[in-house]
């Protein structure tokens, strides 16, 4: 890859997404996108099957991920490196919790106890955390991001 610099550079932008999906008519809900949607419904299966099946991760907004590619793009010293989305970790009770804030009447599953988080540290996080806030002026969007899922839902 060396004797490619200056001509082309590898970046790899690795994420975990919520936000806003592009064309829901089209796209629907696909992979992460749709976690808020079925804890929204309340369905008691399938909300176990993501307790049962999707262990504490990590998430990012679908936006700051475009963001940061644009970033990797413009920012000459971004090369031959992987950038971590990494906004902060998450659980199925942090779902919960977020949702309810914003949707106080809508009736969500019980908070499972004894949930643990996801305790990574991803060391790359400042670097792209700095150049999020170096080209928009802040960082990583927070897990309230989670309320534009269900913007056309």
């Known amino acids: 890859m060396d004797e490619y610099i200056g001509i082309s550079k ?3 932008v690795i994420p975990s997404l919520f936000g806003r999906t592009l064309d829901v008519q089209n796209q629907n809900y696909p992979s992460s996108s749709g976690i808020p949607i079925i804890v929204y419904n309340n369905d008691p299966k399938k909300t176990g ?3 049962d099946n ?3 991760f990590f998430f990012v907004d679908v936006e700051d991920v475009a963001r940061l590619h644009i970033a990797a793009l413009l920012h000459l010293e971004v090369a031959n490196e992987r950038l971590i989305a990494f906004a902060g970790p998450f659980n ?3 779902l919960i919790e977020s949702l309810q804030h914003h949707f106080p009447d809508q009736q969500f599953p019980e908070e499972f106890p004894k949930l ?3 305790e990574s540290r991803i060391l790359p996080a400042k670097r ?3 150049l999020l806030k170096h080209m928009w ?3 990583f969007t927070s897990l309230d ?3 534009a899922n269900l913007e056309y839902f």
């Open 54 to 56: 999707f262990p504490p």
């Open 128 to 130: 792209v955390q700095d």
């Open 137 to 139: 002026g802040k960082g």
């Open 10 to 12: 590898f970046v790899a």
């Open 116 to 118: 643990t988080q996801n």
């Open 92 to 94: 199925r009770n942090d």
């Open 145 to 147: 991001s989670l309320r």
């Open 49 to 51: 099957e993501i307790n």
